[in-house]
């Protein structure tokens, strides 16, 4: 049976894809192992590679200020990435890259069981909810997939590159609060002042 500590493990030894040659750290995931709704990145750039941590650089602190508009913050919630290892330059990671690792985080979801993903930025969203997916047309939207409930957001480096998207990821994310409220059982229990 897998468990969260032979994921992690062997997720820390993958030598899988070129990757693993340039990384400092393997960026395994973080937050609750509890959680009903799960945030999906493309990869680690360089302060994650540094830390082993998601989003902790400029689009983290931004990612984080998004939660909290919403009444939520990593305690409530999980954060992975498609690739494990940070991509030379922060490219896009390859299509090879993507297949050797995205076991693991198939792995991460079966254990976590969300009710609710939420892709953030393009290639998230084009692996995990429709290769064809067009993030400026469909960012927002709700998709069914294996009774998960998924959307996708544009990622927070674009929101930095390109201030002009926030009102409307704004009104992404008060669609995203409205359907945690409609679905998830725990979530907010502990912050329900925050989230009335």
């Known amino acids: 049976m897998d468990t969260w500590e032979v994921l992690e493990q062997e997720c820390l030894a993958c030598r899988e894809c070129a990757l693993c040659q340039t990384r400092t750290n ?4 973080t937050g609750s192992r509890e959680a009903e709704v799960l945030f999906i990145g493309e990869g680690p750039g360089k302060n994650e590679d540094e830390q082993g941590v ?7 602190q931004l ?17 992975a990435n ?17 297949e050797a690792c995205i076991g693991y985080l198939r792995r991460q979801t079966k254990l976590l ?8 930025g393009r290639i998230a969203a084009m692996k995990i909810i429709d290769p064809e997916f067009k993030i400026s047309r469909q960012h927002g939207q709700w998709f069914e997939r294996g009774g998960i409930s998924m959307m996708a957001l544009y990622h927070p480096a674009a929101l930095l590159r390109d201030p002009r998207r926030r009102p409307e990821t ?22 329900g002042a925050a989230y009335a």
């Open 170 to 191: 704004f009104e992404d994310l008060k669609t995203l609060q409205a359907k945690i409220r409609e679905c998830c059982d725990h979530t907010y229990q502990e912050e």
């Open 82 to 98: 498609i690739v494990k290892c940070r991509p030379p330059e922060n490219r896009d990671p390859l299509n090879v890259e993507q």
């Open 26 to 29: 393997v960026v395994f995931g």
């Open 113 to 120: 069981r969300p009710k609710i993903i939420v892709c953030l």
């Open 63 to 79: 990612l984080d200020d998004m939660l909290a508009m919403i009444g939520l913050s990593r305690e409530h919630i999980y954060i």
């Open 54 to 60: 998601p989003f902790v650089g400029r689009a983290g």
